[in-house]
């Protein structure tokens, strides 16, 4: 039963399409090299990587925020585990003063770019 909804899941999102602006992950990070994994891994699934001037403070686990009311429509389940975190930790604040959510990750530097396989059957 879970097979179609992990296809979806796995299919290439359309977050890049005309009718729907790109969904921002402004990613922190003290090691440029490790963003730059990151990013790779969010721009092949759909999200728009913008590098963030890490704040000199290095976290000891890997934090998502996302600003808005809701993860509806943003989706937190892919972004998580592309950054190998559970949709649960997404921590939710104040929708930006120009109306534009947006995901905000502070890398840890034990963050692994290496996504773990998901693999199901379509029986």
């Known amino acids: 039963k879970a097979g179609p909804i992990l296809q979806d899941f796995l299919a290439e999102p359309a977050l890049s399409a005309a ?13 440029y090299v490790l963003y730059r994994q990151a990013a790779e891994n969010l721009a092949w699934y759909g999200f728009e990587p913008i590098y963030g001037v890490s704040t000199g403070e290095s976290p000891t686990e890997t934090t998502i925020t996302y600003n808005s009311s809701s993860l509806k429509g943003a989706y937190a389940d892919r972004l998580a585990w592309i950054l190998g975190q559970e949709t649960a930790d ?3 604040q104040p929708q930006p003063a120009d109306g534009i959510p947006h995901y905000h990750v502070h890398l840890a530097p034990d963050y692994n770019p290496c996504l773990d396989y998901l693999a199901f059957s379509s029986q």
């Open 19 to 31: 009718s729907s602006a790109p969904i921002k992950v402004v990613v922190q990070s003290e090691d």
């Open 90 to 92: 997404i921590q939710l």
